[in-house]
């Protein structure tokens, strides 16, 4: 063979070679191109996957505490999540929320306010006798136990927290009066309102095992100052009503009514919230500024404050009140404390106490702001007064649970389930 002809063989080979190299690379190439496509695309709806899970949660907790259209909004946020097909779940979703808007009835039951004093976090403590009577404490406060108890029974019965300040509306058609607002919630649901009296824990409980005060922690959130028996200072999300309620609803966002949770009544002879913010201590400025920021945190979570009067005397038990001291209480009150915890049309009243509406001592209160005005009772219904309304509240204590169990288990809870075994046996004489 002639060398040149060997050559061509040899180039013609090694071309053939190449071509079929390339080819190879070529569609090997092609078929990576492919499969990183694929990949790409796995990858982009694993994303639209998870970014759909996350909002289908998000919607999911605002739907359980009823904020539907907010719920539903945020479903039609991103409409790259929703397919058109009929089964979508957002879709789905968002038809199941709408059911649930247009299906709220007006509620026309019985009128549920129940109230609480600030918790007995050491019950060995405050039956002990060392500090203030048992007796008292026995009868009118509720340990933590019997609290944390509570809540879920109230929540198996269909309460739902509901805000104090939506029982009420301005009566556009009577300038100056108001009327009961329309309350819907879904069927079977019952609207229900819980207050705490006397959240400035005073002095003398100090030594009983109650909280110590509330403290604004680095979270953002309303905690519990608690001294143990030990002595320890601590930070605790149960040493009252306030974090316990906050806590419980962040759970069971069912159980409140957007975000709905107390009303805090103080007074103000000792401060407000544990802060001696009225005797001119030289720390006074600083513990107003804490009180203003713990209160208004507060009030972003669902919480409104009431005016408990000021010096909680005994004048307004035995009925010797006079003129002069509810215009001193009530004014001491405005001026000395509502600037911190906000203004406030809510008056809850000492020991629980009544007027008659034309009472001169009533009207002074109403004509200062105070529509909505919530003594002792379990007449369970609210009586309307032109400017004003009188909503009766019913006490969840030693003193209920021992002698009205057969009340509180038709309305509440089985007593027997939530009394706690720490409390001495109660007797009356
Ligand atoms: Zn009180």
């Given at each position: 063979m002639k060398k040149s002809m060997k050559a061509a063989i040899v180039l013609g080979v090694v071309a053939i070679v190449s071509a079929g190299i390339l080819i190879a690379y070529q569609s090997a190439n092609a078929s990576y191109a492919e499969s990183r496509e694929e990949e790409a695309r796995l990858e982009r709806e694993q994303i639209l996957e998870q970014k759909k899970t996350e909002l289908m949660e998000k919607a999911e907790k605002l739907y359980q505490g009823y904020y539907y259209d907010e719920a539903i909004s945020l479903l039609q946020s991103d409409p790259a999540l929703i397919t058109t097909a009929t089964d979508d779940a957002i879709t789905l979703k968002v038809n199941e929320i709408q059911q649930a808007k247009s299906s709220l009835v007006k509620y026309e039951g019985p009128v549920e306010h129940v109230f609480f004093h600030s918790l007995i976090i050491y019950p060995e403590q405050a039956f002990d006798n060392k500090g203030h009577p048992a007796q008292g404490y026995n009868m009118w406060m509720t340990t933590v136990s019997e609290f944390k108890k509570m809540l879920p029974e109230l929540e198996k019965r269909g309460y739902v927290l509901y805000p104090l300040s939506e029982y009420i509306e301005a009566d556009t058609e009577n300038p100056g009066k108001i009327k009961l607002k329309d309350i819907y919630l879904p069927p079977g649901k019952i609207p229900l309102v819980i207050s705490i009296d006397?959240?400035?824990?005073y002095d003398y409980m100090k030594p009983d095992g109650f909280a110590n005060r509330l403290v604004l922690g680095d979270d953002g959130r309303v905690w519990t100052e608690v001294i143990t028996p030990e002595g320890k200072t601590t930070l605790t999300r149960d040493g009252d009503v306030m974090p316990i309620l906050d806590d419980y609803v962040d759970d069971h966002p069912g159980f409140s009514w957007k975000g709905a949770k107390g009303t805090m009544a103080l007074t103000g002879y000792q401060g407000a919230l544990g802060y001696r913010i009225t005797d001119g201590l030289p720390q006074e400025a600083e513990w107003k500024q804490i009180v203003m920021k713990i209160a208004d945190t507060m009030k972003a979570n669902g919480w409104s404050f009431a005016c408990h009067s000021y010096t909680h005397n005994g004048y307004f038990r035995d009925g010797t009140l006079t003129m002069k001291q509810i215009k001193y209480d009530t004014d001491r009150w405005i001026e000395k404390i509502a600037p911190y915890v906000g203004k406030t049309n809510i008056y809850i009243s000492p020991f629980g106490v009544n007027f008659k509406k034309d009472d001169p001592r009533y009207r002074y209160l109403i004509d200062k702001g105070y529509q909505i005005y919530c003594p002792v009772g379990n007449g369970r219904r609210i009586a309307v007064n032109g400017d004003n309304i009188v909503m009766p509240r019913v006490n969840l204590d030693g003193y209920s649970m021992n002698r009205r169990a057969t009340e509180l288990e038709t309305h509440y809870f089985n007593v027997s389930e939530i009394l706690d075994p720490k409390r001495p046996a109660l007797v009356i004489n």
């Open positions: 006397d959240v400035n824990y």
